[in-house]
């Protein structure tokens, strides 16, 4: 049986229908997510890890970052990888209000638009809207993601190797116009 929070994300690239929708599981973010997004990025601010400064904030207690609230969205959408190539681009990204600690999110997408870029790939547009377990939108983003065309790869097969340059040993790159 197919679960159906991932059979969107396994479809072709021709498959797609614009206004399709999905919802993701949620996910609590914890003080250890919060410390280990500060050291992997350096961005100690004290409103996400001094809680004595927090609390005298407008805020009154520490908040996840922004940036750690879009990366965990992005986790919790189920992409195939036999299908999305890479991420392009999120744009009109807005941090509505604070992530605190504790906090369980989920995200709720539709698919926008889709333009087709080549015979092996397609660009399709989302738009997500990060959700906390008040129901209270807590950011939204337009992501757009590079979409395989075609048959997936067999199961366990690497992706096909691009062609060599002439002699140069270098691989080709698939280049988006912008």
Do not use: C, Y
């Not at 599981?25 to 927090?54: K, N």
């Not at 399709?124 to 906390?132: F, L, P």
């Amino acid at each position: 049986m197919t679960d159906p929070r991932t059979s969107l994300f396994a479809r072709d690239f021709d498959d797609l229908e614009i206004g399709a929708r999905f919802v993701t599981q949620g996910r609590t973010l914890t003080e250890s997510d919060v410390g280990s997004f500060a050291g992997l990025t350096g961005d100690f601010h004290p409103q996400h890890v001094d809680a004595e400064w927090a609390r005298a904030s407008s805020f009154g207690e520490r908040i996840a970052h922004g940036m750690l609230v879009l990366s965990a969205a992005a986790g919790l959408v189920p992409l195939d990888p036999d299908r999305v190539i890479a991420l392009r681009r999120i744009s009109d990204a807005v941090l509505k209000r604070p992530v605190r600690l504790g906090d369980t999110i989920h995200v709720e997408g539709s698919l926008e638009s889709v333009r087709e870029v080549s015979e092996e790939a397609g660009l399709a547009r989302w738009r997500w809207r990060i959700v906390n377990q008040a129901s209270e939108t807590v950011a939204r983003a337009d992501v757009e993601v590079l979409w395989r065309r075609g048959a997936p790869r067999p199961e366990g097969e690497p992706s096909a190797p691009a062609e060599s340059l002439e002699g140069s040993g270098a691989r080709e790159t698939l280049v988006l116009p912008l």
